[in-house]
């Protein structure tokens, strides 16, 4: 993709983005914290506001004309994302809040039943505090042992230690797609391969993933995946569960109530078929609809076209990082042309904390991260109590970036002066 392609793209979808237009502390906003939550189009706004203006009725409930629209939105949104991810069905994509949710789901109904002492989890030390706490829980009540994957020396996921962990006695392996601090991308088609070798099963993070690469679920041959809509241009309280429908079936319910039933009777209750035997009580209706909208927006742009643009935006803000004497980025670094990496940058620069970093940017109209990014033990690893992060979308630009490493050197000098 050529600089005149990018221009188009930005200035095609920016129009799109009212909030990006807005400014702070009388400076125009550049949002720089998309790995965070994602911006919403208006396409996927307007969505969200006809279904309570126009819709709003509860799905499968009703005979009436307005529950039979809601009910059409809300599971044509499931059709799209089936489509978006290329799941064999629709019956594979469940509904939840988010993906911490859908984790939780697999954890408490498969796991659970699934797992007992001695049997092994594999996970990384580069995992969100989302997929850690679920299995640490697991591990607690199961006896099941937990493995986690180093980093090799460019911080990115160890391969061959993986394979070293793996043997008869691993049951299940829980890893990220792409790292919300380290920025490296995994390479999920061979962990779940191997797993599978061994007969395990294995769940994928995708919430740094669906958004910003083309995903292939079949391709992939994951048993579940995750993903949180509000990264991904959809409203918040919506994610999804995508999980291969025999291994689906064998799961007892997570919930109770209603919606997840067939037949209620005093002394026991059969379960609805797949999806809706996860998806008990009234759900997030205005929300899932939006989410079919934000993938529909995706889908137009092209995730192709959105990750070369993304790779052109990241071979940038490493070359101008790279330049800034003292600061330390975190994982791999990515090609000259950007890739092999995500379009994320965490990082800090000697002497400053990182919350101050963020602070005085966010004076000058920048909005980037601070913090330990629910990657805790991640930042032990490093002996960092957090660290400051940029995170790109297909709506930003070269120029935004220019101006945020002028911003960030100014701050650095001004920290500098202060204590020289």
């Not at 706490?133 to 697991?138: A, T």
């Not at 930042?379 to 660290?387: E, I, K, M, T, V």
Request: hydrophobic residues 40%.
């Amino acid at each position: 993709m050529t600089i005149i392609q990018e221009k188009t793209l930005a200035q095609k979808v920016r129009a799109d983005f009212p909030i990006l237009h807005q400014t702070v502390h009388d400076k125009p906003l550049i949002y720089l914290d998309s790995a965070a939550t994602s911006q919403k189009p208006i396409q996927v706004l307007e969505t969200l506001r006809n279904y309570y203006e126009k819709d709003n009725a509860n799905v499968h409930r009703g005979a009436h004309t307005l529950s039979v629209r809601a009910t059409e939105a809300y599971e044509g949104a499931r059709d799209k994302v089936a489509r978006f991810i290329n799941a064999a069905s629709r019956r594979e994509i469940v509904y939840t809040r988010n993906a911490t949710e859908a984790i939780n789901l697999v954890a408490y109904s498969w796991a659970l039943n699934t797992l007992k002492a001695g049997d092994e989890i594999i996970l990384s030390v580069m995992e969100h505090h989302s997929n850690l706490i679920p299995w640490q829980i697991v591990s607690q009540k199961t006896g099941a042992v937990i493995k986690y994957v180093q980093l090799t020396s460019e911080e990115s996921f160890d391969l061959e230690q993986y394979k070293s962990l793996l043997s008869d006695k691993t049951k299940l392996v829980a890893v990220l797609h792409v790292s919300n601090t380290l920025g490296c991308i995994n390479p999920v088609a061979e962990i779940v391969s191997l797993a599978h070798q061994v007969g395990a099963k294995v769940l994928i993070d995708a919430c740094q993933s669906v958004p910003h690469l083309a995903i292939d679920v079949q391709s992939i041959d994951c048993d579940w995946l995750v993903a949180s809509g509000h990264k991904m241009c959809a409203p918040t309280g919506i994610g999804f569960l995508y999980g291969k429908e025999a291994i689906l079936e064998a799961m007892p319910p997570f919930f109770g109530g209603g919606e997840m039933i067939a037949e209620v009777y005093l002394d026991h209750f059969t379960c609805a078929e797949l999806p809706h035997k996860f998806e008990a009580g009234t759900p997030a209706i205005g929300e899932a609809i939006a989410l079919g909208a934000a993938v529909e927006y995706l889908m137009g742009l092209g995730m192709d076209n959105i990750h070369a643009y993304e790779e052109e935006l990241t071979a940038h803000l490493f070359k101008k990082l790279g330049e800034i004497e003292g600061l330390r980025i975190y994982g791999p670094p990515p090609s000259l042309t950007g890739q092999g990496r995500a379009s994320l940058a965490a990082f800090n620069v000697e002497g400053i904390h990182a919350s101050d970093l963020a602070t005085l940017l966010d004076q000058e109209g920048i909005a980037i991260r601070s913090g330990h990014h629910c990657t805790q033990p991640l930042h032990r690893l490093f002996d960092a109590s957090g660290s400051a992060r940029a995170s790109l979308y297909f709506y930003n630009t070269r120029e935004e970036i220019e101006r945020f490493i002028v911003a960030l050197q100014e701050t650095i000098d001004f920290f500098a002066n202060c204590f020289s």
